[in-house]
């Protein structure tokens, strides 16, 4: 079992900026690949980011630019860095990690772990 805790959400204006964090402990041991979703209000989940096992960072095309995934190995902690943040980004924000395999996508990562999430909201 691999127990994943965010933080670091909350309320800022448009043009600001916020760092996620999201703890991961338990079963983290192994090759493996950890990432962020988000889902708005009214909306689908989607991918945000996620780093492979060859800690090589992968953006949904829409993410690029403006968002940032880090990894703390050592502290088993992900990252997320959200910079000129737009009200359109508010949204829950979720950490996902899989463990086992070189192999990773949003697809593969959505049938792992999740953590409970933290809210950012952007107001204009």
């Known amino acids: 079992q691999v127990q994943l805790v965010e933080s670091g959400g909350g309320s800022v204006q448009a043009g600001g900026s916020l760092r996620l964090s999201c703890a991961a402990s338990?079963?983290?041991?192994?090759?493996?690949?950890m990432g962020w979703f988000r889902q708005p209000p009214g909306k689908e989940r989607g991918g945000v980011a996620y780093?492979?096992?060859?800690?090589?960072?992968i953006y949904a095309d829409s993410m690029k630019g403006r968002f940032t995934i880090s990894q703390d190995y050592a502290n088993n902690t992900l990252y997320l860095q959200m910079n000129s943040l737009k009200p359109e980004d508010t949204a829950m924000y979720y950490c996902?990690?899989?463990?086992?395999?070189?192999?990773?996508?949003?697809?593969?990562?959505?049938?792992?772990?999740w953590g409970r999430g933290t809210q950012v909201t952007v107001s204009s």
């Open positions: 780093i492979r096992a060859d800690r090589v960072s």
């Open positions: 338990g079963a983290t041991h192994g090759r493996g690949c």
């Open positions: 996902a990690s899989r463990f086992g395999s070189l192999y990773c996508s949003f697809d593969y990562l959505s049938s792992g772990y």
